[in-house]
DNA sequence: CGGTATCCTATAGGATACTG
DNA sequence: CAGTATCCTATAGGATACCG
């Protein structure tokens, strides 16, 4: 996504709403921070609350989530292991312009 | 995303919010969308809009909006061949969540 | 349970060349 | 200029097995 030819468009030339779609584009991404919208999530209720995603995917986006500042990681100790992850400030900024999509494919006719 | 577990969240499981965010995790379908909200433009305006996408890749994304009902293609006779693509009364209203999306992107620092 | 490591496949999407 | 046809590659992301 890095530009040959500069965008006409003032809206794609400033690459920083580029990247808020590539944010969506991934997947899970959405759907992630989505599910967490109510608080902190452990990974085994997070997947059973998105169904479909696999141990590997889910990890990877909430590692890639995490790393983008969206997404916060606690660990409580003992076992059986028990980790929690919630929304940053920053995620929760992220939840208005996710449900305008989803809440725009709930309104349309298929 | 054929769900084999049905999602605990009701928002997920209703698979309409979750098409919506299958539509924009296309790279270029929000990008397309958006450089479209003045007006109709041809191929070759949309490209040097847009910047950095190719050909086909324009075509595909065009072909696949026209299927989905988001966007029109008409043609003009005459050579050079002229067409002009433009946003159904449909594809309209996805600009709202679009612009929702990239402005928060232009909001957040990085 | 949370996470990692392998393996594997489908496909998005660019580059290029070509047609009407 | 609009569009198609080939070719090619990177990678997303599932399936599976395994560890602490």
């Known amino acids: 996504m890095w530009y040959v030819t500069t965008p006409t468009d003032p809206f794609l030339a400033d690459c920083r709403a580029r990247l808020?779609?590539?944010?969506?584009?991934?997947?899970?991404?959405?759907?992630?921070?989505?599910?967490?919208?109510e608080g902190p999530l452990r990974p085994v209720d997070?997947?059973?609350?998105?169904?479909?995603?696999?141990?590997?995917?889910?990890?990877?986006?909430?590692?890639?989530?995490?790393?983008?500042?969206?997404?916060t990681r606690q660990a409580h100790p003992g076992s059986p292991p028990r980790v929690e992850y919630g929304l940053t400030p920053l995620g929760r900024t992220l939840l208005a312009p996710i449900d305008a999509v989803g809440a725009w494919g709930l309104r349309v006719r298929r």
């Open 20 to 37: 808020a779609f590539d944010l969506l584009s991934h997947t899970w991404n959405a759907v992630v921070i989505w599910s967490l919208r």
């Open 46 to 71: 997070l997947r059973r609350r998105i169904g479909g995603i696999s141990s590997k995917g889910l990890t990877e986006t909430l590692r890639r989530l995490q790393t983008n500042g969206l997404v």
